[in-house]
């Protein structure tokens, strides 16, 4: 299993407060992201990044921010929780952003309820 | 919007029989890989097929690509009951290095 570790697990937060998860890699991967699954939709991606403080968004990036001061760190940052928020978040890594020519490795997950 | 799509969105099969998965896109791609997730984890690669590829094999899979039907298909064999799992296809569009994942398709094998 590649070396992806996301916490929370798991977190039940009320609407309106700031939340952030945190990826943690130790594969020295240049790329990191971060998907949102939900049902009906897939996997969604909201932010990347290709390096330290170099980011971009995804697909899903409204109320989203993302920080990487340290390879090894990815942080995802809902500023101000609302129930559509609710979902699981995947952090994600990649030896290369360049379409699906590497291996995308995914950490186990983080269940966020927005109440 | 999803590039990939999966077909069918659930299948329920007996231990032993053929799986097939299908997966359509719209746009011309590189490459295409399938990931597979079982409940509550997150998702592993399978295998990737490149566009200039018609098919590969691994194991007890084997993919096949049809670009000129923007099409793929995941055949498991014999399958087992640890084959439970939702199967995705990823693919990248040509020009556009990001890489969507389509909605997936949920297996469930039967002991």
């Known amino acids: 299993d590649a070396g992806i570790t996301q916490s929370p697990r798991h977190k039940v937060t009320e609407t309106g407060t700031p939340v952030t998860l945190r990826c943690h890699q130790t594969e020295n991967h240049r790329y990191m992201y971060w998907y949102r699954q939900d049902p009906g939709h897939g996997l969604r991606l909201i932010h990347y990044?290709?390096?330290?403080?170099?980011?971009d968004k995804g697909e899903v990036s409204d109320g989203y921010s993302v920080s990487r001061s340290k390879t090894e760190d990815f942080l995802l940052t809902l500023e101000s929780a609302t129930s559509s928020q609710t979902s699981v978040y995947f952090c994600?890594?990649?030896?290369?952003?360049?379409?699906?020519?590497?291996?995308?490795?995914f950490g186990e997950g983080s269940w966020l309820t927005v109440v | 919007s999803q590039q990939g799509e999966e077909d069918p969105q659930a299948l329920s099969i007996q231990e032993g029989e053929n799986a097939t998965m299908n997966c359509s896109y719209k746009?011309?791609?590189?490459?295409l890989q399938w990931y597979r997730q079982n409940s509550g984890r997150g998702l592993v690669h399978l295998i990737l097929i490149r566009s200039n590829e018609r098919e590969k094999h691994s194991g007890r899979l084997r993919v096949t690509l049809d670009t000129s039907k923007k099409s793929s298909s995941l055949l498991i064999t014999a399958s087992r009951a640890a084959d439970t799992a939702s199967y995705f296809c990823?693919?990248?569009?040509?020009?556009?290095?990001?890489?969507?994942f389509g909605i997936g398709t949920k297996l469930q094998v039967i002991p």
């Open positions: 990823a693919t990248d569009a040509l020009g556009y290095q990001k890489v969507t």
């Open positions: 746009t011309s791609i590189n490459n």
């Open positions: 990044s290709y390096g330290v403080k170099d980011t």
């Open positions: 994600a890594i990649s030896e290369s952003g360049t379409g699906v020519r590497h291996t995308i490795y």
